[in-house]
Every structure is written in structure tokens, then in C-alpha cells.
């Protein structure tokens, strides 16, 4: 892939966040995820490559534009797979909360998992705790592993948890080890990626989430040196045919990072839509708007934080006010 591609896809994170931002507080989600899939969808006309969306809004049929197997950019350039989430927390933008993001991570073609829209188990942990933890080892086994890694007491751990009625007897037994737990409304991908920078004073993250972010997470995760392990979790045959038809024939394995992300190269790209641990949302002030976004590139290990200032009045098609 083109390195290049790497500012190129902050554009499309950017334009996303810049239009769904707008919405934020107000109670109408599907309003902020059709602005930030519109915005998205308009910048990847302009983006070099030849992309094929394997992770999008749904089948063609259901979704307007980013659709899976759709085909993005401008017909030149190298040949990629697109994982996108245009508003990765809808729920949260909709009630002014912490961590929505607009995601987008790319690999060279046939190299990211086609996962289906159903659960995932899931377990991720930044660099330190890479090769500690297995997702079908005891809860109390990995929250003592992955102390021992970063040179804590398990007391100390922060363990990210999506709050969830599913989740009860996980968040019971994170406790009754010692553990500490934040928990989450939504945005899993944020949580996972918060896991590799100590300054968000997260150490794993852990529970059952949508499988596409489990991609969009490994994806981040392996940019920056990270784990991620995740086992599919269809709930009748039709979703257990599902999965046979996107290329997972054995649902029952835990799959590691080179299953959900093969090779040696990938780009992870997200703007802070809402406030958040790691990336600062979208913030406005008259013609004047605010970003921050962080662009990862597995290959060469570079991670950026940009920020970017923006004239709303020369840009108003990705600012649309409700």
C-alpha cells in the first residue's frame, strides 16, 4: 500500500466526525450515522485507490452507500479492502457522551476478515501484555497475567467492560478478583485501542461485542503493537450459515490477529466525533471547527495524532447543521 494513503484516509475520518458532530446531544442517532456515512462515502470519491468495502453499513439491498462489496475510490492506485464504522457510537453522539469515533482501517486485498454482523467474544491488551492472555483461559487467569506483564497488582487493573445485562456474571467475576472496571455504554473499538496507551489508564478490554468492530479493533491493534482474540458468537443456523458464507468455516475457534488481519501491513484511521480518553471530539466555534485524529500504520509502526483546524464555511457540505 501507498503510505501516502495513511493523511489521505484522516480526510475521510475528518469529514465523517466534522458532519456527524453537529448532532451530538440531540436524540436522533440515525440522523448522525446517515450524515457521517454521507460525508465518508463523498470523501472516498476522492481517495487514490482501488477499494472493496468487506465491512460496512450492511448487504446492498439494506445500506444506501458503503455497502459491503462496494467499491470505493477512484479506480487508480494499489487494490484494498475497507473495514468502515462512519459513527462508531451512535447511541453515544445521540446523548453527548464520551469515546463515538468515525473508523476506518484498510490491508492489502484478501487480507481482513469479512466478519458478519453478529457478536463477538472478545479480549484485547496493548504491547506489554502481547502473548499473556488466551480468550478461553479463566477471567482471574488473565487479569493476573496481564498484571504481572505491566508490573502491577491486580488491583490496580482498569478493565474496560461494555454494560450490557450479558454481561453480569463477567463483571461480577472481574470483581470478586480485585480488578477495577469501567463500563461502557458503547464503543468497544475506542476501549480496545485505549488499552495501548497508558495515559487513558485503561489495561484490557473484555466481554462480548459487534464482530465488524472486533475487526476494526484488531486492525488498530496490530498498527500498534497490540493483542486481540475474538470468537464469533452466531445465535441460530442463519447466522451460523452467515458465517460459513464470508469464509469462517469453524465458529467455535478463537480467532487471533492474523485471522482477522493478515499480513504485515494495514492503516487504522479515526476522528474524535464526541470527547474521549485518547482523542478530543469535534468542537465548534463560529466559521471554525476543531479535530483530532490518530492514523496508525502497521508496516512501519508510525503512530500520528493530528490536529486539524477547519473552515466550516469553505467545507459545508461536511457540516450540516440540523
Known sequence: MERSLSMELVRVTEAAALSSARWMGRGQKEDADEAATSAMRDVFDTIPMKGTVVIGEGERDLAPMLYIDEKLGTGFGPRVDV???????????????????????????????HAPDIYMDKIAVGPEAVGKVDLEAPVKDNLE????????DVEDLVVLILNRDRHSELIQEVRTAGARIKLLPAGDVAGAINTAFDETGVDMLIGSGGAPEGVLAAVALKCLGGDFQ????????????????MG?????????????????????????????????GVHYKGAKATTQSLVMRAKSGTVRFVDGKHNVKKKPDFVIKP
Open 83 to 113: 473495514a468502515v464504522d462512519p459513527l462508531e457510537g451512535t447511541d453515544i453522539v445521540a446523548s453527548g457522551l464520551w469515546n463515538a469515533l468515525a473508523v476506518i482501517a484498510i490491508a492489502d486485498h484478501g487480507h481482513l476478515l
Open 145 to 152: 497475567a496481564v498484571a504481572k506483564a505491566k508490573g502491577k
Open 230 to 245: 475474538g470468537r464469533l458468537l452466531p445465535k441460530n443456523e442463519e447466522q451460523e450459515a452467515r458465517c460459513s458464507r
Open 248 to 280: 469462517v468455516d469453524d465458529i467455535h475457534r478463537v480467532l487471533r490477529m492474523d485471522d482477522l488481519v493478515s499480513g504485515d501491513d494495514a492503516i487504522f484511521a479515526a476522528t474524535g466525533v464526541t470527547d474521549g480518553e485518547l482523542l478530543r
